[in-house]
């Protein structure tokens, strides 16, 4: 099996990385950092707009039979500070680029009757202040993974992932908004503990070999989104 992980240098990138690595597969990792733990890696900055026409020609013609669109950027603003800019870029890496990647492999995807998993997240369904541009966007990728399941079903399945609070750099990060630690966070949910990146790559390792599964929507939140905000 040949794999294809887009922000694979990341903490939910690797853990994909590293799982499907464990299944045999060889896996080639897309980041705009230099170096991750993939069997091949291709240095891409994915707000290009010729992104997905570089990746496909860097990697030759090698059969394709996953695709993981993991890559992800969020920039912190209210919806009025937000640039255009940064709103531009948002929607370039988190939305723009999963849809020119999936477009230029596709014709690989099909020949082997491949699939596609998105990684979204629970900002799709249920947000927060100061992350406008990133709701957005990933919100349009699930419409985009229903879009493009119907459309290319039977020969390519295409899912996704909607993580939730997950133990990365991205989530430490935007914690200075809180002043929360992430153990405080993982206290709020039901399961009384935030997630670890392996077990959103278990989820995607799941819609890959659930061969009658396409157009599908996976929260994977610890029960997040499962509590009402208002009690």
């Known amino acids: 099996m040949n794999v294809v992980i887009t922000g694979a240098a990341g903490g939910i990138g690797r853990a994909c990385v590293e799982m499907f690595q464990a299944e045999g597969a060889h896996v080639t990792g897309v980041d705009i950092a230099s170096h991750s733990v993939a069997d091949e890696h291709v240095v891409l900055d994915l707000s290009d707009a010729q992104c997905g026409e570089d990746l496909a020609r860097s990697i030759g013609d090698r059969r394709v039979d996953t695709l993981v669109n993991n890559a992800a950027y969020v920039d912190y603003a209210t919806a009025l500070a937000t640039e255009t800019a940064t709103w531009d870029r948002t929607m370039a890496v988190n939305l723009r680029a999963p849809f020119l ?42 419409s985009l993974t229903r879009a493009l399941a119907l459309e290319w079903a039977p020969d390519v399945r295409v899912n996704c992932v909607l993580p939730g609070s997950i133990d990365t750099e991205m989530l430490e990060a935007g914690l200075f908004r809180t002043g929360s630690s992430v153990d405080e966070l993982g206290q709020r949910h039901p399961m009384r503990r935030v997630g670890h990146p392996t077990e959103i790559a278990e989820a995607v390792m799941f819609l890959t070999k659930s061969g009658f599964i396409t157009g599908a929507s996976l929260v994977v939140d610890g029960g997040a989104t499962a509590r009402l905000s208002i009690e």
């Open 101 to 142: 990647v999936a477009k230029s492999l596709h014709p690989r995807l099909q020949a082997v009757g491949g699939s596609v998993v998105n990684i979204s997240s629970v900002h799709a369904l249920a947000t927060s202040p100061e992350i406008a541009a990133y709701a957005a966007a990933k919100g349009g990728l699930v």
